[in-house]
T-cell receptor, first 112, second 112 residues
C-alpha cells in the first residue's frame, strides 16, 4: 500500500536560515507528489507538485523540492526562511485512484 | 470566483447526536473527498466520490456516511457522534483526470 513518511514532527529554524523538510514515500509506480502548507486555522494550500520530468520542482513562496527515486524521497527546501513560513507542512502522494495520501505533517517554528 | 466552502466552521455536539457537515464547491468538479486531521496522523481519508450517486469508503470510514445527490455538494454525516470523532474535517475537490485538489477551510468538530 502507498504511504508517506515525514520523520520530523517539529523543526525549528532561525529566520534567514535554510530549511529542509524530509518526505519519504512508498509507491510502486512513478508517483505524483505534493507539498501542502497549512497556516494556523486555515485550509491547505498547494506549494508545489511533481509529476514527471525535471526532478527539481519550483513552487510558490520560494520553495522547491527534489524528487529522488533512488531514495524514495521528495524533500522540501527553502534557502532563507521568513517568519511567515511558520506553519504545518504536509507531503502527499496521489495513488492510482487519484486519492491523496498524506504524511503526518511537520510543524515548522521560526525563531526571530 | 469558484470556491469550496465548508459549514459550519466550528461545531460542538453531544455524544450520540447525528451531525452533518456541509461541503459545497462551485467548480463543477466531479471528484470530492472528506478528510479528518488529527495530531500525529496528518489527514486521513474518510469518504470520497467520483460523481453523482457515487460514494466510496476511505481509510477511516466507520461511523461516517456521505451522499452525492448533485455535483456541488458532498455532506458528511456522523450517525451517532463519538468523542473519538472530535477532529478537524476538511473537504476537497478536483476535476476528473486532474491531479490538483482544492481544499476547504475546515470544520472543527468537538464531541462532548
Amino acid at each position: 500500500a502507498q504511504s508517506v513518511t515525514q520523520p520530523d514532527i517539529h523543526i525549528t529554524v532561525s529566520e534567514g536560515a535554510s530549511l529542509e523538510l524530509r518526505c519519504n514515500y512508498s509507491y510502486g509506480a512513478t508517483p505524483y507528489l505534493f507539498w501542502y502548507v497549512q497556516s494556523p486555522g486555515q485550509g491547505l494550500q498547494l506549494l508545489l507538485k511533481y509529476f514527471s520530468g525535471d526532478t527539481l520542482v519550483q513552487g510558490i513562496k520560494g520553495f522547491e523540492a527534489e524528487f529522488k527515486r533512488s531514495q524514495s524521497s521528495f524533500n522540501l527546501r527553502k534557502p532563507s526562511v521568513h517568519w511567515s513560513d511558520a506553519a504545518e507542512y504536509f507531503c502527499a502522494v496521489m495513488d492510482s485512484s487519484y486519492k491523496l495520501i498524506f504524511g503526518s505533517g511537520t510543524r515548522l517554528l521560526v525563531r526571530p | 470566483d469558484a470556491e469550496i466552502t465548508q459549514s459550519p466552521r466550528h461545531k460542538i455536539t453531544e455524544t450520540g447526536r447525528q451531525v452533518t457537515l456541509a461541503c459545497h464547491q462551485t467548480w463543477n468538479h466531479n471528484n470530492m473527498f472528506w478528510y479528518r486531521q488529527d495530531l500525529g496522523h496528518g489527514l486521513r481519508l474518510i469518504h470520497y466520490s467520483y460523481g453523482v450517486q457515487d460514494t466510496n469508503k476511505g481509510e477511516v470510514s466507520d461511523g461516517y456516511s456521505v451522499s452525492r445527490s448533485n455535483t456541488e455538494d458532498l455532506p458528511l454525516t456522523l450517525e451517532s457522534a463519538a468523542s473519538s470523532q472530535t477532529s478537524v474535517y476538511f473537504c476537497a475537490s478536483k476535476n476528473t483526470g486532474s491531479v490538483e485538489a482544492f481544499f476547504g477551510q475546515g470544520t472543527r468538530l468537538t464531541v462532548v
